[in-house]
């Protein structure tokens, strides 16, 4: 960065700094984006004002903003823990939380003394440990329901129950994206073709019309 571009840095981003801590979020962010303009490709400097913008959105909770510019100043300073904690918080804050939990475990190698990472790193522990063990529940749900589903020998009543289970499945967040990653829809696509109970086959009809409009 030449001189003059230096100067124009520390001046706009001591600005930001200033109207960062009087909570005057839109000035600040005004000051750190047009101190970005002025830094070099690569540089700490550009880390840095990517990091303190990233702290601006937090406050605003921008949290995909605060994630795209801790992402960028963390290809240029890969151990940050600020820009790495900031990360963190916004991931949460969207529900992304083994992605947190990454991040904070990241910053903990760094600091291993960093006492504000604990009750984060605790607190995403467990509600990863959490979800972790839903998902190995809901996995042999699926499993079953699908077991029945295809098995056009099985018994009529469970297969009756387990596309309905299916269709509220589909309603559900979790279960949606889980049986996008199985590709049952198209599973059950092909089986509408052969179904010959017309209860299941409405049950199915259902299914592929709630998972196509989610």
Do not use: W
């Amino acid at each position: 960065m030449i001189d003059n571009n230096m100067n124009d840095y520390n001046k706009l981003k001591e600005s930001g700094n200033s109207a960062f801590k009087q909570g005057d979020y839109e000035t600040a962010l005004d000051f750190y984006t047009k101190a970005l303009k002025v830094t070099a490709e690569e540089s700490h400097e550009r880390a840095t004002c990517l990091k303190n913008r990233a702290a601006v959105y937090l406050k605003q909770n921008q949290n995909d903003k605060v994630i795209e510019d801790c992402s960028k100043s963390l290809e240029i300073v890969p151990d940050d823990p600020k820009a790495l904690f900031r990360r963190c918080q916004a991931y949460e804050a969207i529900g992304k939380f083994e992605e947190a939990y990454t991040d904070a475990k990241h910053i903990h190698r760094v600091e291993p003394t960093n006492k504000a990472i604990q009750p984060v790193l605790s607190r995403l522990f467990a509600i990863v440990t959490k979800r972790m063990q839903e998902n190995e529940q809901l996995q042999n749900k699926v499993h079953n329901m699908f077991k029945y589903v295809f098995d056009t020998s099985a018994p009529m009543d469970k297969r009756v129950t387990a596309v309905n289970n299916l269709v509220v499945l589909a309603r559900e967040m979790s279960g949606a994206e889980m049986l996008l990653k199985s590709g049952v829809a198209k599973q059950i696509n092909t089986l509408l073709k052969c179904e010959t109970n017309e209860e299941i086959y409405l049950g199915e009809e259902d299914f592929v019309f709630v998972f196509y409009h989610l």
